[in-house]
């Protein structure tokens, strides 16, 4: 055996090192498997491997899944979102659906807020669905139609969940990824959780009628939610979360109301 090929076998790994290798391989292997079947239980896969759009670590689906129509007209713009407010669709109970129905779901919400009420764009910013699905609504860069008036929509991002939680609860899929989207958003936007809102909260800060909106199911769990961290950072935007508005803000915000009033009670 000559020199160069003693060298060799010197460099050679051992064969724990092998071994570990070959493990590491396997649990890079098994990772990655383990991502797929998330992904396909949720719908989400292939396609949305390329197509989603993640926001924190929560795969958003993008307009283009649900087949979203144009705006009608380009909403204005929100350059800073300061807080949050959580809706419910009302109506009949919805049942979990797969992601073809879920997007139809979405698409005839468009429909309705374009067609109907004459809004720019669907009202919301985010949709979950009752699997934990998360759609991307009305762009976050443009002032959303959700909350009740122009003031209440200002800097406000809404997020609707699939449901009607008077009659039914929300699902525990659904609430886990909207816990992680409102973590998300607010991570992004240096939103406190105090400035996370029901629709009901908002409207009665705003002096606006009381709604059922987000039903008693989602409204206790956003109360658990609003607990569970910084205690009460200065509410910011210009209506108080709740309580009688302040009569000085109402009086001197504009009225125009156009694609911006109310969505659903
Ligand atoms: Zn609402």
Redesign the pocket.
Known sequence: MGDRERRREKRRPPAVGRLLALLFWLAVLGWAGWQLQLRRERGEWPWTLWSSRGLGGVVVLPRSSWGAAAGRETPPRMDRPRRI????L?GRAVEELDRVEAGRTIKAIQQDHVGRRGWDDIGYHYVVDRSGRVWEGRPITRVGA???SAEANEGNI?V?LLGNFDLQAPAPRQLESARRLLDALRRKHGIARSSVS???DVRRGCGLAP?S??GKGLAEWLERYREGGESSAMLEGPCPVSGAPDPRLVQSLPSKSRGLA????
Do not use: Q, Y
């Open positions: 407010t959580l809706h419910h009302g959700h909350a009740g809404g609707l029901s629709h009901d709604t909106c987000p109310e969505v659903r009670s």
